[in-house]
């Protein structure tokens, strides 16, 4: 899967705003992930030693159906949506604190594991986000406990970027982030819908 884009939104989620020190903004926060930091089901997350502060963070991710611009309502959006997925936004937690941007937090190789994309279902509030850490559950949420629901983040992600066919949005991840070691496997699962599994390397 290589997208044009990957749009990711931050801090979508109270309970995980919160546990980051932050508040929810008052619009969504919005940042790119470079396609070069795509990997597939199975493949190994490798945590680069520029860091030694690497988590994982589940979502529920869109793949943008057909081209939108400037939508006109959330509607609209919505009848753009391709697919969902379950995408892991892997961040390197000391390099965000450290920047003022994210490009090296979210961008490094093997830090956007997706899996394989399914039809959306009508209700998008309804899909169930699961993360696992070695078989553990340990972020657990809907898409109707984020702060800024589906339709409208396409709506408004819209206004500024095209979103192209093919495109993914990651909507934000919810509590229960912690680190990745060497040896683990993290698991994101939209339950009845879409997973990736990927076992944690160390980098050379």
Known sequence: MKPSKIVCVGRNYLEHA???GNDVPKEPLLFLKPTSSIIAEGEAIVLHPVSTHIEYEGEIAIVMGKRLSKSTSEAEAVAAIGGVVALNDVTARDLQKNDGQWARAKGLDTFC???TPVAAPADLDGIELITRLNGKVVQHA????MAFKIPFLLHYISQYLTLEAGDI???GTPAGVSPIRPGDVVEVELVGLS???NPVVAGA
């Open 169 to 171: 949005v990651a909507t």
């Open 142 to 145: 809907k898409g109707g406990d």
């Open 113 to 115: 594991p997706i899996g």
């Open 18 to 20: 919160r546990e980051m």
């Open 195 to 197: 997973r990736v599994s």
